[in-house]
């Protein structure tokens, strides 16, 4: 009996519990009773963000905004360089110009040095191939006639290269001769007529003007011509460097001294940068292997302030470098033997 009674009250206990939730009632005229289940906790974004933890790490600063590099100064220009000559020579003719009846071997081997006795082709590709690299560092992009010595291009087909490549620019880089050893100088040679003549004559004008004051070099002149097939075929602004006279026992020397090179790159370069950008304003920065009146006149101001016991001879050597560093102690500068434009300024300031 007691297990009947037991199982009726866990019965009942069990109807109970699984009564809707919403509304139970306790008996018939009792008042109803509404047991309503929890509803969960809303919480604002407001609140949230204040029951959020607070973190101590520094919020990311933003990432810099890259400075715009400024384009090299040839960016976007092609050059021609054509090492003048070749090792050997090819007497075949062709006509100096076109629609001319006038004809000229296709090309020569070119001279020889008078105390060096290297022959001019190799002169010139040495330091076509160094002038090459230097356009190219300053944005340039530069083709080239050769790159060795044993070749057979005539004249005409380098320049019909060029035409065909349509370059801004073509260089003829030669070394003179003459009959006597005492002439010297480095001059620039452009059409007096026909195509391109102007840009020519002003690109010539412009690269000798920067060759001399690089090298100290004779100015022998900017000459106009009609009679050279290179330049006669020429549809592009064509320019020949006779950079100086292998035929001077002198010059010879300095031609194929690979100081001396350096400077002649140096030169003609920054004359290209001048003839594509008329305010251009190269590096005037000194050091040693430097050459040129700006070296004369800086020597010429550390003697005058009792720095240098020298001459004021255009070349930058130890001696000048040793100077400029005292100079710099002097000044309160960077002791670097090296005159920027920083120690350029104290020096010359009045």
């Known amino acids: 009996m007691m297990k009947r009674i037991l199982c009726a009250l866990l019965s ?3 109807l109970c519990a699984c009564a809707p939730a919403e509304e139970t009632s306790v008996g018939a ?7 309503m289940e929890p509803e969960p906790e809303t919480v604002g974004i407001v609140g949230a963000l204040e029951s959020a933890p607070v973190s101590d790490a520094p919020e990311p600063s933003p990432e810099p905004s890259p400075e715009p ?3 090299p100064p040839l960016a976007g220009v092609s050059i021609g360089i054509d090492p003048g000559h070749q090792e050997h020579a090819n007497s075949e003719r062709e006509p100096v110009a076109p629609g001319s009846g006038e004809t000229k071997a296709k090309v020569a081997s070119g001279t020889q040095g008078v105390r060096t006795g290297i022959p001019e082709y190799e002169t010139n590709l040495t330091i076509s191939l160094q002038l090459r690299d230097a356009l190219e560092a300053l944005g340039a992009t530069v083709y080239m006639t050769r790159e060795t010595n044993d070749v057979d291009i005539s004249n005409m087909e380098r320049a019909l290269m060029f035409n065909e490549l349509n370059v801004d620019l073509a260089l003829r880089i030669h070394c003179n001769g003459a009959s006597s ?4 100088g480095a001059g620039t040679y452009a059409r ?11 690109a010539a004008t412009l690269i000798l003007d920067a060759l001399c004051e690089a090298t100290g070099a004779r100015r022998d002149g900017v000459f106009l011509r009609d009679t050279y097939t290179g330049q006669n075929w020429s549809t592009v602004p064509c320019v020949m460097v006779e950079m100086g006279y292998m035929s001077n026992p002198e010059e ?8 001396y090179q350096k400077l002649l790159v140096a030169g003609m370069s920054e004359g290209i940068c001048r003839y594509f950008d008329p305010n251009y304003k190269p590096d005037a920065t000194l050091r040693e292997d ?3 009146e700006a070296v004369a006149a800086l020597q010429a101001r550390l003697i005058e302030l009792g720095h240098l016991n ?4 255009g070349i930058y050597g130890a001696k000048t470098a040793a100077a400029v560093r005292a100079f710099q102690a002097a000044a309160g500068l960077e002791e670097t033997g090296v005159a920027d434009e920083a120690t350029q300024e104290k020096l010359f300031a009045k």
């Open 12 to 14: 009942a206990l069990l």
């Open 29 to 35: 005229n009792a008042p109803s009773m509404v047991f």
């Open 69 to 71: 590099t400024e384009a």
């Open 181 to 184: 050893k005492s002439v010297h």
């Open 192 to 202: 007096k007529t026909g195509d391109k003549q102007a840009e020519s004559e002003r």
């Open 252 to 259: 010879d020397e300095k031609l194929n001294d690979p100081g």
């Open 290 to 292: 430097s050459r040129g």
């Open 310 to 313: 020298d001459v004021a001879d």
